[in-house]
C-alpha cells in the first residue's frame, strides 16, 4: 500500500503516502546503549521503540525531540512513525 492511515481509539489520527507519515519522525528516532539497571528510568523519559539485552548492556532503540548525550540518529521507519503517534 502506498498510502497508509494511522488510528488510536477508533480516531484517524493520520493518514498520508508511507513516506509523508515517515517524515514526521525523521531525525527523531535514535539508538543508545545503557545498563541493564537503567532501562526502567530510560523508559519513563522516552518513548522505547525496542531494547535488546547484550550482556550487561541494553541497545535501546527510542524516539526523542533532541538528541540525547552518547545516542545515535537512526533512519526512521513506518514502525517509529505509528509509534510516535499513538504514545
Known sequence: ADEVAI???????????????IEDVKGKVFEFELDGASLNSFK???LVISAIRRKEKVLVRFIADRLHPGAVPCAASLEDAYLSFTK
Open 44 to 46: 519513563e523519559k522516552h
Open 7 to 21: 488510528m488510536k481509539s477508533g480516531r484517524l489520527i493520520t493518514k498520508g503516502l508511507q513516506q509523508e507519515v
